[in-house]
């Protein structure tokens, strides 16, 4: 095992941890990543979203497997060719969604036709007293984006475009208290599933936070474009990031929880049956690793031992929704998440189709 | 009558209004404003509240009666000996609040001993739709400190600080609906009342405004420091004003509203009896003057009218509440602000002393 990164001092944070080669290396270089990946049999890649695709190449084109939890910016399918040329597997958006919520859907997409899928998820802070009742447990500038960017949905069989933040509503986790949800654009692979004609994606948040950063960016407070303010040029996004960062910065050991709920409605033998996958993680206290820590790398590992050890073999990208529909991979990876207490719970009710819309 | 400003563009919009003499003058220059002064008998401050200290002290300097509506951001008693000796009257924060409701008060306590002020107040677009709920009736900039200042309140005889945009409660405003009011630092001259334990101004807004004024205070974008962002220096107040400033723009003949309710409790034969002032004004569609110009301006020029026609007559620099005490001048007021339209409604209803607390 090798774990390379840019930051010495972040390489010996993990030190203690770690039982493996620790390699300063700077990846923003596809030339150092092939190199390394050559080395190797199977690359995970974690790198920023912007140096995602990249990355992915260069392990790809070292003719290496893959499994990526970049948040890749660009469509990872345009790589599914090189991928086939080198006979590798590629599996990207590992995580938790994209990730665990799209092999859900695969799954239960082996019980029957899928007429709708709603995923509600978020990585929140346990304690939510404080300004603005968040933290951000991944980069705070993709937080923004997922603030800013118009999300997109389907409804009848249509792909939809709708602003930020609009159309919140309630969800009540046991366990943790009535959360809003606002639709996000976190569909990425599975706005191609055709047969699929209702799908949206929701992030989970405390009730007010969604109206709070409504606000700054219809303020234009994340606008990007340059302002002239007295004389200096500045973009308002990099002010208000200065200002709100440090509001959403966890401070050492403090306990965050992931809050995961998709429903899968399913016509099978003529009845629309609801599947739904619960699941509320929380911090380790014993390890100090945090929920969004385990539940991305949990399952991101968990593929990767599917892939390792030749279980999940189809060669050229997969998104994880082709790996949930792949035989026996989906309850290997709820095992494996299980036997590291991240629990999901699984139902099943008969909705009238009435309910259902 | 003579109006000056240093803008002729602005003088050219009252021309069709006023029958008098119009002069372009600065009036950022107190020679110039002595000047002018030495030409009249009386002189009306309604200038930038950064300017009207040094207006009023030109004024009182050449010997003239004065009543101010310009917010004077220094302490006008500074000015009471000057004035003393110059043998002229002078009337500052003459407007709605501070004005018509230190006017109340003062007429009040002619009744008994009052143990307990609060004046709720706002000025108020008609249209609540909208991102903020608002928009500015006067000087956005000043609206800002309304949002950031500290605000000063008494309880049980001692002046309290708390910070800005706190302790909302909710009014229910016959005509309008439910408002939030906060506390804010509009005591002004008030506070030196020593005989009154409790006392309490409080802004009232469309409710949520509050709560979306706050955010943007406590992240520091209404901080004047300056910033450094990506080498530029920018102070976040002045970006936030850009971009919040077109938004409190009222549009061309858009019509505003002003809600005044001013509560005095007074103990008079043994019983504590609650005199509550109630005023709704609106905008008047035919003459096209907003509300917070009629009840501001009405204020004023009934002030004008008392001090012109000798009826109040004390010498030095007097605050409103000095005004309503001295006998007869309060119901003048309220008789010249009926005349046009601006109807003050009066009642009293009794409470007991649990009640009251």
């Given at each position: 095992l090798t774990?390379?990164?840019?930051?010495?001092?972040?390489?010996?944070?993990?030190?203690?941890?770690?039982?493996?080669?620790?390699?300063?290396?700077?990846?923003?270089?596809?030339?150092?990543v092939h190199e390394l990946a050559r080395e190797h049999d199977?690359?995970?890649?974690?790198?920023?979203?912007?140096?995602?695709?990249?990355?992915?190449?260069?392990?790809?084109?070292?003719?290496?497997?893959?499994?990526?939890?970049?948040?890749l910016e660009q469509d990872a399918l345009a790589l599914d060719d090189l991928a086939?040329?080198?006979?590798?597997?590629?599996?990207?958006?590992a995580g938790v969604s994209p990730g665990l919520s799209n092999l859900i859907l695969g799954h239960v997409q082996s019980v029957g036709q899928v007429s709708r899928y709603t995923c509600y998820v978020g990585g929140l802070p346990e304690d939510r007293s404080g300004l603005l009742q968040y933290k951000a447990p991944f980069s705070p500038a993709d937080v923004i984006e997922v603030?800013?960017?118009?999300?997109?949905?389907?409804?009848?069989?249509?792909?939809?475009?709708?602003?930020?933040?609009?159309?919140?509503?309630?969800?009540?986790?046991?366990?943790?208290?009535?959360?809003?949800?606002?639709?996000?654009?976190?569909?990425?692979?599975?706005?191609?599933?055709?047969?699929?004609?209702?799908?949206?994606?929701?992030?989970?948040?405390?009730?007010?936070?969604a109206a709070q950063m409504r606000l700054l960016n219809e303020l234009g407070l994340f606008d990007t474009d340059p302002l002239e303010v007295d004389g200096a040029t500045v973009s308002p996004r990099a002010l208000t990031?200065?200002?709100?960062?440090?509001h959403w910065e966890f401070a050492p050991g403090e306990p965050d929880l992931t809050v995961l709920r998709v429903e899968v409605d399913v016509v099978a033998e003529g009845q629309v049956e609801r599947h739904v996958y619960e699941m509320v993680d929380r911090y380790d206290e014993v390890t100090g690793t945090s929920s969004m820590g385990r539940t991305t790398g949990y399952t991101c590992t968990a593929v990767v031992r599917l892939v390792a050890g030749g279980h999940y073999a189809a060669v050229g990208v997969s998104p994880p929704e082709r790996v949930g529909r792949a035989?026996?991979?989906f309850d290997?990876?709820?095992?494996?998440?299980?036997?590291?207490?991240?629990?999901?719970?699984?139902?099943?009710?008969?909705?009238?189709?009435?309910?259902?819309?």
């Open positions: 774990v390379a990164d840019r930051s010495r001092a972040a390489l010996d944070q993990l030190r203690p941890r770690v039982s493996g080669d620790l390699r300063e290396v700077d990846l923003s270089d596809p030339a150092r199977l690359v995970v890649g974690a790198v920023p979203a912007s140096m995602g695709f990249a990355t992915l190449r260069a392990v790809l084109e070292a003719g290496r497997h893959a499994v990526d939890i970049s948040f086939r040329s080198k006979g590798v597997v590629a599996v990207v958006d603030y800013t960017r118009p999300a997109r949905y389907k409804e009848n069989g249509e792909v939809v475009t709708a602003p930020a933040l609009v159309g919140i509503e309630e969800l009540d986790v046991p366990g943790v208290g009535v959360l809003e949800g606002f639709v996000t654009d976190g569909l990425r692979t599975l706005l191609a599933e055709e047969s699929i004609p209702e799908m949206r994606e929701l992030t989970l948040r405390y009730p007010g936070h990031a200065q200002l709100l960062f440090p035989a026996g991979c290997r990876i709820v095992a494996d998440l299980a036997e590291r207490g991240v629990v999901l719970r699984h139902s099943v009710e008969p909705i009238s189709a009435g309910e259902e819309t």
